[in-house]
């Protein structure tokens, strides 16, 4: 992780900047990322306007809500680009059959972008949930340690849950057109370069 500072404001709110990008040694975001799914014993609400995880982030979400976390992922049914929507949507089956609540924003393009943890950690910056995000695009996160701010993020969270989502459930999944289906696929092998 880069050595960055943890800055305590008069608030009591801790922060910490991180950076990512192709030209460092590490993936940091993607690492941070897995590290607090990793730790989280209570929730994962995770707001992105485009969700392709590679592999092992998929798994630890999988884990996570398998063990009793509370992983709910909300994404836009209205994106800006046809073929990373069903890129993502390719990705709600695994999600559903593992528990992990996924949720359609109806009201317009969604472009959150927040990961929040239990009830003290969230970041929220430019990364999205995605491959090109996590590994080869340069980015910046605020790593937020703070109790009330976590509760106001949750909070905005669950008003859009409940005010402008659709809850996806397994057994309405797989009733979609075959149409979707073929499209979802063939728009899934180009995930690792969208």
């Known amino acids: 992780f880069p050595k960055t500072k943890l800055t305590q404001l008069h608030n009591n709110l801790g922060m910490q900047l991180v950076t990512a990008g192709p030209m460092g ?7 941070i990322y897995m590290k607090a799914i990793s730790m989280a014993r209570k929730c994962i609400y995770i707001q992105t306007p485009y969700f392709l995880p590679e592999e092992s982030m998929k798994s630890a979400l999988q884990a ?13 049914l209205y994106p800006d680009s046809k073929i990373l929507k069903y890129s993502s949507l390719s990705y709600v089956k695994e999600c559903l059959a593992a528990d992990i609540k996924v949720l359609l924003y109806t009201e317009r ?4 972008k927040c990961v929040i943890i239990d009830d003290e ?7 999205n949930f995605d491959f090109r995000s996590l590994e080869h695009n340069f980015e910046c996160n605020a790593l937020i340690y703070s109790k009330s701010f976590c509760t106001k993020m949750k909070a905005i ?5 409940e005010q402008s989502c659709e ?4 057994e309405e999944w797989v009733k979609r057109p075959l149409s979707q289906r073929a499209l979802e ?3 899934r092998l180009l995930g690792p370069v969208l």
């Open 25 to 31: 040694q590490w993936d940091n975001l993607a690492l």
């Open 64 to 76: 996570a809500a398998l063990s009793g976390v509370d992983v709910r992922i909300m994404i836009p």
């Open 109 to 112: 393009m969604l472009h959150a």
């Open 121 to 127: 950690f969230v970041t929220t910056g430019s990364t």
């Open 157 to 161: 969270f669950l008003a859009d849950s």
């Open 167 to 170: 809850e996806m459930t397994l």
């Open 185 to 187: 696929s063939s728009s």
